[in-house]
């Protein structure tokens, strides 16, 4: 294919034509580069602008091609080299049209408006310049910010206030802009009053720049009722684990408060409850999950339902802890709690307890004194390896006690012996019904809605009686040394005692069938010391047998010819609950209850 006819139109083709007709003829000695002819300088005009060029200095593609070879100067089918524009050289003005974010200059203690950008009219409308902002701009007084373009404009300082919101008019949504006012210098514009003054002097101003935040507000609020919606959920959850209503025992006044932390989604495992044993005795337990959500929760829950269980069983406070450390490890190894089961029996009067890596009871005797419950405290629950043991405190007529959770002493820049020792001050003044000292104990304690942790609290008074309340809680104990006078006497002791307190024939009657019963049980498989113990509260009648035997009966079907096996039966029959449990000295304690009708 021949490229003749269009060499002439493809780029280069005449450079590479001249080159090649300024090269020499063959033996003819060629021309230095420095030596090629100068071209004349072109005459110049009388204010010293050159004149057109002549037609010798335009004509020819000779010179060129020598000048491509020899003057660094471009051609003219190069391009002259240029460098980049300077950020003096950009136009203030176009760059801040430009941004979507609005802008507002004022300038003067008045602040008068300099310039708004086109963001800014879109958003509020077009502004007249030269007026104040209080005039031209009454978005910004609404949003109060002409009060922060003062103190920019007295201190030379930037400020920025954050998510104002600007109602959306026409616009299908409100928008939320962080602003920032920054002090700034305005030049003025137009001549100079004094043309002997070199310069005029800038006025002070502000600029004004908004940088809307909507989407990022908004984002915010999606998440915080998100995590507002879990925190219910947790909080539900939490709340219908922990006991609806508490058990009331006859023996003790008992209150209690549970209190979320924080504002978020992270609710502990704190929990408490009160069970009633019988025989006038009261377990009492408060517990801790480690961990926060819905799971330390679920934990939770599982672990108060097997206290309950465990607890029916009457069983010692270290063998309830032990059984719970063991079921801890199983429903979830990498869970661990803290708990305390504290037994009172109204007979003894003590507390008896066992605590697995918890706070110490704190115990107040009736002259105002507050002391800890000491040792024995054993590792928290789930971790194995353990045996628990049980300790004991007075807790007779007159006393109270408080069991706790750690987010009640516990503070991030405090040791913990100090919430406790300041706990133990609150209590020593807290005086009340158990609910009002729960109450006083938060309040002492700075507890407040946004306290960052979970708060349990279990407060219980063994009330002193005295008068008429007095008369409604009697004890009548006998010491029996067996032989066949023991039944009986029982029987007689029994019928005497009911008598004098007043029941009506019916139920002396089953008090007394009662007592006869679990006392020849006691003869037939126990060993002595045996003691038969009659206990009426405001509520109930209790008969309550002792021995030195540690077999718990069990109720069974007797057979027709069977001589024995219906005692049991029959005072399950008869009463309105029954139960036995293995004392701490060794033996048993067989009793059963009478509901004594209101009124």
Wanted: aromatic fraction near 4%; glycine fraction near 10%.
């Amino acid at each position: 294919m021949i490229f003749t006819r269009w060499s002439a139109k493809l780029p280069g083709t005449q450079r590479r034509a001249a080159a090649r007709s300024d090269r020499p003829a063959p033996g003819t000695p060629a021309v230095p580069p420095t030596a090629a002819p100068v071209p004349p300088a072109e005459p110049a005009t009388a204010d010293g602008t050159p004149s057109a060029p002549t037609a010798a200095t335009t004509t020819g593609s000779v010179p060129a091609a020598r000048a491509e070879h020899a003057d660094p100067a471009p051609s003219q089918d190069r391009t002259p080299a240029t460098l980049p524009p300077t950020v003096d050289a950009l136009s203030v003005h176009d760059i801040l049209g430009t941004i979507p974010a609005l802008v507002a200059v004022v300038y003067g203690p008045e602040h008068r408006l300099a310039y708004v950008n086109g963001a800014y009219a879109s958003v509020f409308g077009p502004r007249p310049a030269g007026r104040t902002a209080r005039e031209a701009l009454p978005e910004l007084d609404a949003l109060g910010l002409l009060p922060l373009m003062d103190q920019v404009l007295r201190s030379g300082k930037p400020r920025t206030v954050k998510s104002r919101k600007v109602p959306g008019g026409d616009r299908t949504r409100d928008g939320y802009y962080t602003f920032t006012c920054t002090p700034i210098e305005v030049a003025a514009s137009g001549p100079a009053p004094d043309p002997e003054v070199a310069c005029v002097a800038p006025h002070k101003g502000v600029l004004v720049f908004g940088a809307e935040v909507t989407d990022q507000i908004e984002s915010a609020e999606r998440l915080r009722v998100s995590e507002a919606r879990q925190r219910e959920a947790a909080v539900t959850l939490q709340r219908s684990l922990l006991p609806q209503e508490l058990e009331q025992p006859d023996d003790l006044c008992v209150a209690a408060t549970y209190q979320p932390g924080g504002t978020d989604a992270a609710v502990g495992g704190d929990w408490y409850d009160v069970i009633t044993l019988g025989a006038g005795r009261t377990a009492l337990v408060i517990g801790d999950v480690m961990g926060r959500g819905v799971r330390a929760a679920a934990v939770m829950g599982q672990l108060r339902t097997a206290v309950r269980a465990y607890a029916r069983l009457d069983l010692p406070p270290h063998e309830v802890l032990q059984l719970l450390d063991g079921l801890a490890a199983e429903i979830d190894a990498s869970q661990i709690a803290t708990c305390v089961y504290a037994v009172h029996d109204p007979n003894e009067g003590r507390l008896v307890y066992a605590s697995a890596g918890h706070l110490p009871i704190l115990v107040r005797d009736p002259d105002g004194t507050v002391h800890r419950a000491a040792e024995p405290t054993g590792p928290p629950l789930g971790t194995g390896g353990w045996l628990h043991t049980s300790g004991s405190v007075p807790l007779g007529p007159g006393s109270s006690a408080v069991l706790y959770t750690d987010g009640l002493v516990e503070r991030r820049d405090k040791d913990i012996d100090h919430g406790v020792e300041a706990l133990e001050r609150a209590f020593a003044g807290a005086a009340g019904a158990p609910d009002i000292v729960c109450d006083r104990l938060l309040r002492a304690l700075g507890i407040t809605a946004t306290h960052d942790d979970d708060v349990a609290i279990l407060v219980l008074q063994h009330p002193a009686r005295t008068g008429h309340d007095a008369e409604l809680f009697h004890n009548a104990a006998l010491e029996l040394h067996g032989g066949t006078e023991a039944a009986p006497r029982a029987r007689a002791f029994a019928s005497g005692v009911l008598a004098s307190w007043r029941f009506s024939p019916e139920l002396h009657d089953l008090g007394v069938l009662a007592a006869s019963e679990l006392v020849a049980n006691s003869l037939q498989h126990g060993t002595p010391p045996m003691r038969l113990r009659l206990r009426r509260t405001d509520r109930r009648l209790i008969v309550e047998v002792t021995d030195g035997d540690d077999h718990l009966p069990r109720r069974r079907r007797a057979e027709p010819a069977d001589e024995a096996g219906r005692g049991i039966s029959i005072v399950a029959t008869i009463a309105s609950s029954w139960g036995s449990r293995r004392t701490p000295g060794g033996g048993k304690a067989v009793w059963c209850e009478f509901a004594l009708p209101r009124g």
